[in-house]
């Protein structure tokens, strides 16, 4: 391959800004395309409705929940009293902690296991969702040893970002496995064993929704509760951490990503012969109030389209998760890198749209395993988010998409980050 063919210099740097123009131009083209195709799809798509009498009686058992903590033991989870259960209740919380824990090796183990959970108890709308989205965080985890993140960020500043991403999900999973897990041994004994949440540290918001759950299986109402439940969650302990907030959230490269709408969630689902995408764009990570009505509108796109969600299974079935983008984008993206690393000041422009250019290699996306080696979890740190009634605010329903195709806004953002290296190469 001539590899020089593919080099720039400062006037090809000239050149290609003076074709932005162009670029821009073939990218609203791919625009109307993706409007094109999401037109019969979004007409089957259909509002996610929360039911309004229960809404109503849940609100009723928060406030009177909330009211028996009071002021002292407002910040403080529900109490876990092991001498006040049976010996048999105490050995299934240990189980079901043993198993927690055998699944939160990593991101590959945690996002298998959602999608067993779903797979087995569909009406678990949640635990699909779940895995979807674990997925871009494995995918995230790896790209800061793929393609095009080693240019951008130092070895120290890859390792925080991966710490931070790592975090989020084990604790998510910590925190809402066995809620899951609870409730399928709820199904095998035939009885409910919310009482025993308390076991797993799980805030008290929680219980009224798993019980009210249990006896109307409404599935979008449990489903939105833990979109919430888990974003609180993580509030604290990952996103406001003073540590991450320093070395993360509050980084240029971090504030970048919202600023050039990088900060992409997206859904490979099949249809036809293709692997298309679904998602969105998450503007503020560090918004809680975004992440929870991004959360949301993720899950309208994945069950409130038909076709969406119907690929969606199809993948996710077809495709085992390794972290690697060629899961989804092998024409783009390879697991196994070709070739040894470019050196800085010898970059190549591989991207032409959503192909490569001809005689380029494909971009390096490692799996999880080659990325980075597991981790111990270090515990959850104490406490219940679930202090203040108007949270139940976020309790609504969902309208219906009105936009959800990221085939090519997912292109275009890569080109984005392949412009910003080759742009930082020139400086070398």
């Known amino acids: ?65 909330l009211s028996l903590a009071g002021k002292d033991g407002a910040a403080s989870a529900e109490a876990w009293d092991e001498a006040a259960v049976s010996p048999w209740e105490r050995q299934l919380t240990a ?28 009406e678990l709308h949640w635990a699909f969702l779940a895995h979807m989205v674990s997925r871009n965080g494995g995918w995230s985890m790896t790209d800061l040893r793929g393609e095009f993140l080693p240019y951008l960020l130092s070895e120290d500043q890859r390792e925080w970002v991966f710490r931070f991403l790592e975090r989020a999900n ?62 609180q969650h993580i509030e604290e302990r990952v996103v406001r951490n003073a540590s991450f907030l320093q070395q993360v959230v509050d980084t240029f490269f971090f504030q970048a990503q919202s600023l050039l709408q990088l900060n992409q969630v997206v859904f490979p689902y099949r249809y036809a012969a293709d692997c298309r995408l679904a998602g969105l764009i998450l503007e503020s990570f560090s918004s809680l109030r975004e992440r929870i009505e991004v959360g949301k509108s993720l899950y309208a796109i994945l069950f409130g389209i038909p076709a969406v969600h119907e690929g969606a299974v199809r993948f996710a079935c077809e495709r085992r998760h390794t972290g690697s983008r060629a899961d989804y984008w092998p024409q783009l993206f390879a697991s196994v890198r070709h070739g040894p690393p470019v050196k800085r000041g010898q970059l190549q422009e591989k991207l032409d749209g959503l192909r ?14 080659e990325a980075w080696p597991d981790r111990p979890i270090a515990p959850t740190e104490p406490g219940d988010w679930f202090t203040d009634i108007a ?20 292109g275009f953002g890569l080109k984005k980050i392949e412009m910003t290296v080759l742009a930082g190469d020139l400086l070398v």
Do not use: C
């Open 391 to 410: 949270v139940l605010g976020y309790l609504s329903s969902i309208p219906a998409p009105f936009s959800f195709e990221m085939t090519q806004a997912n």
């Open 95 to 122: 189980r079901l902690a043993a198993e927690r824990d055998a699944h939160n090796r990593n991101n590959l183990t945690r996002t298998t296991a959602y999608l067993r959970m779903y797979r087995e108890h569909p």
């Open 1 to 65: 391959m001539n590899r020089d063919k593919y080099r720039w210099s400062g006037t090809d740097l000239l050149h290609k800004l003076a074709d932005l123009p162009h670029e821009l131009w073939h990218w609203f083209k791919g625009k109307a395309h993706s409007v094109q195709h999401e037109e019969p799809l979004l007409a089957a798509a259909h509002r996610i409705e929360l039911n309004r009498p229960s809404l109503d009686a849940l609100k009723r058992r928060y406030a009177w929940k």
């Open 170 to 231: 084990a604790l998510i999973f910590r925190d809402a496995y066995p809620q899951l897990l609870l409730y399928e041994a709820s199904l095998r004994h035939r009885r409910p064993l919310f009482h025993l949440l308390p076991a797993f540290g799980v805030s008290r918001f929680m219980r009224p929704l798993w019980e009210h759950f249990w006896e109307r299986r409404e599935s979008a109402l449990l489903t939105v509760g833990l979109i919430i439940n888990e974003q």
């Open 356 to 369: 490569l250019k001809p005689g380029a290699a494909p971009l390096y996306s490692p799996g999880l395993a």
